[in-house]
């Protein structure tokens, strides 16, 4: 009984010092924090990672650009990286909730594709790195709608076969960037003109739309229960997979696009961590990682070639050279009541 | 028991429903005098505008202009909601009498089934209901399949399945207090009126039913409130081609990022609840004297 005690005592002796050094090991590489969106973080890229430096990667997750917001400008400390969508990125450094990390400068920065090396919410790579980005436009089904698709106007001002067939997204940003995309005026526009036109071209459409709902969209499109529907790039090319009648359509009047980014918080404790993370994400083989996880498109050149043709190689992955994408900023208050006003108006 | 003793006991429930029922509502309330924060929140100084949104709106050139919209958007919930509790009566009725007229097993076996569904994610429920009702949808298969249509009804994306949706998920909050308040029905009072010639008719009108209203009061209020406030059904169901109370509230805290004006509809749904409460209790008290 003694010797089995003794036995054991020295195990548990044993499995305290090996933890303690395996801790030490892991203490000296240190932590990451990330918070991003929910299920928005690739496993394998994140088990890459520690791997390859031997950092421990905790996630935290927000539902919402506000959220993310009013939880950092509270004082909110202990994140060193986050992930945040454009239009928000001018917010938070306008307020002084991100630090500068000189992306620009980091080794793998070469990798960027050219034209998202100046991104206009950060056009020096001062604060943020891409993550992954995707373009907003709408997807039809070639085999009932026979007309042309070169052009936003069968989406808004749509053919008479197409009444209760059209879909839209159920958030009212998305679908007035659009519309103002369409009518060729200014994002966030609070011109009262400009709000007539926009407001009389989303009345005129309602008969034609069956429903408004970002849900669901892939199923409502396979179903074919809606022939046309607002869509991004991503969904509508997990959509063709499933029927290949269905295209994604580059616009001539442009699409909207969006991107999200990584950026590192001013009160980030482990900062050489967050840099040796941005970096990382900028290797192709890495960020091609989320993409499989995601389903969207990468800014870093490369990347897509280590994807599946039939997804890397797609149309709804590689937009055409000359389309005219328009990122919405995030708009002032005056804006965000006029487009309330509209969207309540239209669905009273 | 001495009175400090009852005052220990009873002050975890208090405690309870102090910080989670009390004060958030003080809150809602108080948020709804104030003014938005740009980016969701709010700020000083408070005002009224909240409340003067109901009627009036700022016009795309600034000027203050009346307009019904939201005023057609409660009117709209609350019709819904007095409709869905109306149906749930007119079909939870009969089903509670059927219950309590069976076995005492059979009636352990269709109570279980009354509370079924809850062991089901409402959200899960109410998509089912998309699949059973859309174009290329169950229902319309099987009345083409029939022979009975050609092209598919439109069923899904109106009020007639917002509707659809409110009874299905709120059925059993009407069907269980009915069918508590009827268990307890003395079975030779039925007997006895029969036996002086009191037809089916008469019986469910001089018997059951003045013994099943305070179950039917009970049951209309849990169905009518929760009814009321729903976006789960509205949203998917209607399409978000209509809006109602509960899908405005919930845009006015994310999209529209105007957190007073939320917090001034939620305080409005709860008046008109509170409302339906106190009439309700007053009948009551009517009653027993």
């Known amino acids: ?348 | 028991m001495g009175p400090n003793r009852t005052w220990l006991l009873i002050a975890p429930a208090m405690l309870v429903i102090g910080v989670f029922m009390v004060l958030p509502l003080f809150l809602a309330v108080g948020y709804s005098f104030m003014t938005a924060n740009p980016y969701g929140g709010v700020t000083a100084p408070a005002t009224f505008d909240a409340y003067l949104q109901f009627l009036y709106q700022r016009d795309f050139d600034d000027s203050l202009v009346f307009s019904p919209s939201y005023a057609l958007i409660i009117l709209r919930s609350v019709y819904l909601a007095i409709a869905t509790t109306i149906i749930c009566l007119v079909l939870g009725l009969p089903v509670a009498w059927y219950i309590v007229c069976q076995t005492p097993e059979r009636r352990r076996i269709l109570l279980f089934a009354v509370t079924l569904p809850f062991w089901i994610n409402t959200l899960i429920r109410t998509y089912c209901w998309i699949l059973i009702l859309r174009d290329e949808g169950l229902a319309n298969g099987a009345l083409r399949h029939a022979g009975i249509i050609s092209d598919p009804l439109p069923l899904l994306y109106n009020d007639g399945s917002i509707l659809l949706g409110l009874v299905y998920t709120f059925l059993p909050f009407m069907v269980l207090p009915i069918y508590s308040t009827l268990e307890r029905i003395d079975p030779r009072l039925i007997e006895a009126a029969h036996d002086l010639y009191a037809g089916r008719a008469a019986v469910f009108r001089r018997i059951v039913w003045p013994l099943a209203r305070p179950g039917a009061l009970a049951g209309a209020t849990l169905v009518f409130a929760p009814a009321l406030g729903s976006f789960l059904a509205p949203d998917l169901l209607g399409g978000g081609k209509k809006l109602l109370i509960g899908s405005l509230i919930q845009m006015q805290f994310t999209s529209s990022r105007n957190w007073p004006f939320g917090a001034a509809l939620s305080t409005v749904v709860t008046v008109v609840v509170l409302t339906v409460f106190v009439i309700r209790s007053r009948r009551v008290e009517e009653e027993r004297r």
Request: proline content about 6%; some cysteine; hydrophobic content about 40%.
């Open chain 1, 1 to 348: 009984m003694t010797k089995w005690k003794e036995g054991f005592s020295s195990l548990a002796l044993a499995a305290a010092i090996l933890g303690a050094i395996t801790t030490t090991v892991l203490a000296d590489a240190g932590e990451l924090h990330i918070y991003n969106w929910t299920d928005y973080t690739s496993d394998e890229m994140i088990k890459k990672f520690e791997a390859e430096t031997g950092i421990k990667v905790t996630i935290d997750t927000y539902d919402s650009n506000e959220t993310a917001l009013a939880k950092l400008s509270s004082g909110a400390a202990g994140y060193d990286v986050m992930i945040i969508s454009n239009d928000f990125v001018p917010i938070f450094v306008k307020q002084k909730l991100f630090q500068e990390v000189d992306a620009g400068a980091m080794p793998n920065f070469k990798n960027v594709d050219p034209k998202w090396q100046h991104r206009p919410w950060d056009p020096d790579a001062k604060y943020t790195v891409p993550w992954v980005w995707g373009t907003t436009s709408y997807s039809v089904d070639t085999a009932v709608y026979k007309g042309p698709t070169d052009s936003l106007k069968p989406l808004f001002d749509p053919p008479a076969e197409l009444k209760g067939k059209v879909g839209m997204f159920g958030s009212p940003t998305e679908v007035i960037s659009l519309a103002l995309v369409y009518l060729g005026k200014d994002q966030c526009n609070s011109n009262p003109a400009d709000l007539k036109e926009l407001d009389a071209l989303l009345e005129a459409q309602k008969p034609f739309v069956k429903v408004y709902n970002s849900d669901g969209i892939v199923e409502r499109q396979v179903a074919g229960e809606t022939v046309m529907h607002e869509q991004w790039s991503g969904k509508a090319l997990a959509t063709r997979q499933q029927k290949s009648t269905i295209k994604y359509v580059y616009p001539k009047e442009g699409a909207v696009g969006w991107m999200d980014n990584v950026a590192v918080p001013t009160t980030a404790p482990n900062l050489d961590n967050a840099k040796k993370f941005l970096n990382f994400l900028m290797d192709p083989e890495n960020i091609a990682l989320q993409q499989k996880y995601t389903g969207y498109q990468s800014a870093i050149a490369g990347s897509n070639k280590l994807l599946a043709p039939d997804i890397g190689g797609s149309p709804e992955f590689n937009p055409p050279a000359d389309l005219k994408i328009t990122f919405a900023p995030s708009c002032d208050e005056k804006a965000i009541r006029a487009y309330d006003r509209i969207w309540t108006n239209l669905r009273q």
